[in-house]
């Protein structure tokens, strides 16, 4: 298999699962099949025999009846494809995207884009964030995003 993201390429359900188990186990110390399940609207059978496969490449520690701990190789991979879908939501988000969008699409531009571009858009969210930009234009994007959706309805009848 070839990398990607600095690790053996993992199908996209793959990386949720690591990422949903990091996110859960970051509050309780691990993860149960029902969190994971209820995070990622999936059935708890579909959980285990993930769970199952992630222990088989050694990524998580699954012990039935007690949850899934991340094994070193899988809390490396779950932390880059969080870090990357936090970045992409900040950015989304910057530029007025409904959270709950951001949010989605985040999660589906996580797994496609090029590192290089993932750091290229922290940069950009870091500087705007920063006290370098112009303290309102954010504000004046937002009010341009407004006026061109008022401009792109059509007139009611």
Known sequence: MGTKNGHKKLSRKAEDYLE???NIAHNKGYARSK??????SVSPSSVVEMFR?????DLVTYRKYEGVTLNPE?????????????TLKAFLTL????????DHDACIMEHELNDETIEQIKLIVDFLDSHFYQPDALE???RYCKARELEDKPARS
Do not use: S
């Open 20 to 22: 949903a188990i990091l």
């Open 74 to 86: 899988g809390k490396r991979i779950a932390e880059i494809v969080k870090y990357r879908h936090v």
């Open 35 to 40: 969190d994971v399940a209820e995070t990622l």
């Open 140 to 142: 004046m994007f937002g």
């Open 95 to 102: 530029i007025h995207v409904p959270e709950d969008i951001a």
């Open 53 to 57: 496969k992630l222990a088989a490449m």
